[in-house]
């Protein structure tokens, strides 16, 4: 079994920064088997969006609206995946989820609450 616990949501003013931190935890047989980690983000009335993912290889990949502010990056000893959000913006208010996927199965954490005020 695998579980996704996700840190470091919060209030932040618009232009400053937060890093997310999603601990993978679980048997080594299906840690070392995740392919992909993935961040989501879902606003108030809207659909749930890929943000950002990065392989077990270490591509990344982003959204265009936050190219150039966030990254993603990997921690394998830690068996921690991380975002972190820079220039954030308003319209990044959202619940952000962690998203990793094996052919053991897709797993989700539960959401961390980020709030950009203006």
């Known amino acids: 079994q695998v579980q996704l616990v996700e840190s470091g949501g919060g209030l932040v003013q618009a232009g400053g920064s937060l890093r997310l931190s999603c601990v993978v935890s679980g048997s080594p047989f299906s840690i070392n088997r995740m392919g992909w980690y993935r961040w989501y983000r879902q606003a108030p009335g809207e659909q749930r969006g890929l943000v950002a993912h990065i392989s077990s290889g270490g591509s990344t990949n982003y959204a265009d609206s936050v190219k150039g502010r966030f990254t993603v990056s990997r921690d394998n000893a830690k068996n921690t995946v991380y975002l972190q959000m820079n220039s954030l913006k308003p319209e990044d208010t959202a619940v952000y989820y962690c998203?990793?996927?094996?052919?053991?199965?897709?797993?989700w954490g539960q959401g961390t609450q980020v709030t950009v005020s203006s």
């Open positions: 998203n990793a996927v094996s052919t053991l199965g897709d797993y």
